[in-house]
């Protein structure tokens, strides 16, 4: 059975998208840490951020390098935190969030956003973005 994020990214679902290429995607997570809060997810099904193949995972360490200048950019912050837990999905994801303090990284008790302001997060980091 596909993982939801498979879904989000065959349109089964709707995501917030702020980034997509041949290998991978980002998208706003539901359940924001901090405004700004999204995903890199690869495209390819994989459990385990360690069994990623080398090339994949240099792939996703460069976009999320270029979302977390862009991050700065929409979100003046900082640092942006980076956390791969693997415990929620079972499809590697790497959450980059805007902090300022260790306090603004928890993974718990989160609220759900609301749709409009996910899009408009989506928004302000695509404009962000270099051309």
Request: glycine share 6%.
């Amino acid at each position: 059975m596909a993982s939801i994020f498979t879904r989000i990214i065959e349109g089964e679902i709707p995501g917030h998208f702020v980034w997509e290429d041949d290998r991978c995607v980002a998208i706003m997570t539901l359940n924001p840490m901090k405004p700004g809060h999204l995903l890199v997810i690869p495209r390819q099904e994989v459990d385990h951020w360690d069994d990623l193949p080398a090339d994949l995972t240099a792939h996703l360490m460069g976009v999320s390098q270029t979302l977390a200048k862009a991050l700065k950019r929409a979100y003046p912050c900082e640092r942006v935190g980076m956390l791969v837990v693997g415990l929620e999905v079972p499809h590697v994801h790497i959450h980059l969030v805007p902090i300022d303090a260790m306090q603004d990284i928890r993974v718990e008790g989160l609220a759900q956003a609301e749709s409009e302001a996910l899009a408009e997060a989506a928004e302000r980091i695509r404009q962000a973005l270099p051309a």
